[in-house]
């Protein structure tokens, strides 16, 4: 099943997308929700982030061809920081590339969201607590995280800097899905989630350790090697199989389209 978030005449609603069509459901989806028989078709909807988290907990170096591209070696623990909600932006919107930026790359990446309350879980319980999976697009100011490699609220926060959509899909398997990033097109990382270093369960095992997660909240789980930056007037796109695919425009601080 695929939730999506929208906007439409106005008012901001929630749906099940089947094909084409947005089928309107009024409640949570995160709790319980009933059908209101309205349908809208996704072409006259403006897509939102399909969650608004409390925090979105990012993996870094998850991938091993990815850590080797860095110059890294493979972490003993998951390494993770959080980016602020203010940064989310969904498919469709701008990246408004700062000011005082001089490179700013994609990371294409396999988001989750929480379904209900996560504190020192085991991995067998971190499949019933999720609510479905979503692609992310984790906008990274990559010089400077050479200058400032502990600051990554600096690098990562941005607003715009946090890509989620387009749908939340509940059906997949999150640890064998491929994942593509397209910058105008051109295939810039392809690989599996069945290739990183830790899977989801362990990801959230560990996360829960550390911090709760609340329902809504959003963990990404790393990026393929391919890494590169995007410049103003770039198209770039992520795609998962089975939930679809993210895509939006970079423009200069300043214009809007
Ligand atoms: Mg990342």
Redesign the pocket.
């Known amino acids: 099943m695929k939730y999506a978030r929208f906007e439409y005449d106005g008012e901001i609603l929630y749906g099940i997308v089947e094909g084409q069509e947005i089928s309107g459901i009024e409640g949570s989806i995160l709790e319980n929700y009933a059908a209101t028989g309205k349908r809208y078709g996704v072409s006259e909807v403006r897509l939102l982030p399909p969650v608004i988290p409390s925090k979105i907990v990012?993996?870094?170096q998850n991938y091993l061809e990815h850590i080797k591209e860095i110059g890294a070696t493979p972490p003993e623990k998951p390494l993770y920081f959080l980016k602020p909600p203010s940064s989310l932006i969904g498919t469709g919107d701008d990246i408004i590339y700062p000011r005082t930026a001089t490179r700013v790359d994609y990371?294409g990446?396999l988001a989750v969201v929480i379904k209900s309350e996560m504190k020192d879980i085991s991995r067998h319980q971190s499949k019933t607590a999720v609510l479905g999976y979503a692609c992310f697009n984790?906008v990274?100011e990559r010089d400077l995280v050479a200058k400032d490699p502990l600051n990554l609220t600096l690098s990562?926060g941005f607003d715009t800097f946090s890509v989620l959509g387009p749908y939340i899909e509940t059906d997949i398997d999150p640890d064998n899905v491929e994942l593509k990033t397209y910058l105008n097109g051109k295939v810039m990382q392809s690989d599996n989630t069945r290739n990183c270093v830790f899977d989801l369960p362990h990801l959230l095992e560990y996360l829960s350790q550390c911090l709760t997660l609340l329902p809504g909240d959003v963990v990404?789980t790393?990026?393929p090697k391919g890494i590169a930056p995007m410049k103003p007037g770039d198209l770039v796109e992520v795609e998962i199989e089975g939930i679809g695919k993210l895509s939006n425009r970079v423009i200069s601080a300043g214009l809007t389209s």
């Open positions: 990012c993996i870094g990371e990446e984790d990274t990562k990404t790393g990026t």
